[in-house]
């Protein structure tokens, strides 16, 4: 059995990577762009972070749970895997990775490549309103969440770190569909990191309100359907 510091420990170290690979990929791309050498492109974006969320899965699900997202945390509260304080201290701990991984962005890459990106903060395309944002949002959260669930929440301990690999896939789905209109945020915690260090706060509460409810409503909608029986 884990204490509270070593759980809160794992989701900060988790989300720290989860958003400090995210960034670096979209201005590893932007890089790569501006020289003319070619470009990752969306896929290889969407890989970074569907990647880096499996392999984070696999290393820390057994201390913490592996949520490195508020969206999760608050999944696992309304199905009450996870008590109100402990919830708030998870998210407590996302947030302040999310925000540490994208100053030390900031720091290791050069002003002239993450500024013109925004650090990879997300916001609406043009002609996107805000209920589309949340409804888009919401719905690929809800889908994360559900696989989340299904894949490693709700899964046997043995097949949890397995499992990892398609709460990735899904991950990695909803980047490519996502990132066109939203920027395919799902982590309330990273868009408020890299909104911090970019100072770029378009339409803001959206990742937030979307990611949220995609969150409650994908982790109810698998406990009711499917959570087994204790």
Request: charged letters at 10%; glycine letters at 12%; aromatic letters at 12%.
């Amino acid at each position: 059995m884990y204490r509270i510091w070593q759980k809160l420990l794992a989701e900060f170290i988790g989300t720290f990577f989860l958003v400090f690979f995210s960034i670096g990929a979209i201005c590893t791309d932007a890089s790569l762009r501006s020289s003319g050498a070619g470009s990752s492109g969306l896929i290889g974006i969407a890989l970074v972070r569907g990647v880096t969320f499996a392999i984070l899965i696999c290393a820390l699900v057994h201390v913490s749970g592996a949520h490195f997202n508020p969206a999760i945390t608050i999944g696992c509260w309304v199905t009450r895997k996870l008590g109100s304080v402990s919830a708030l201290f998870y998210c407590t701990a996302q947030i302040l990775g999310a925000i540490l991984a994208a100053h030390a962005v900031a720091q290791f890459v050069p002003d002239q490549v993450w500024r013109p990106v925004l650090m990879g903060t997300p916001d609406l395309s043009a002609g996107f309103s805000r209920t589309q944002g949340i409804f888009l949002e919401g719905l690929l959260t809800l889908f994360l969440v559900f696989i989340f669930f299904g894949a490693v929440a709700e899964a046997k301990d043995s097949l949890a770190r397995s499992g990892g690999f398609a709460a990735g896939l899904a991950l990695f789905l909803g980047v490519i569909v996502g990132s066109p209109y939203t920027g395919a945020s799902m982590n309330p915690a990273m868009a408020l990191g890299t909104a911090i260090v970019a100072r770029h706060w378009n339409d803001h509460g959206v990742y937030w309100a979307g990611p949220l409810l995609g969150g409650v409503i994908g982790a109810w909608l698998y406990h009711i359907l499917f959570a087994r029986e204790s």
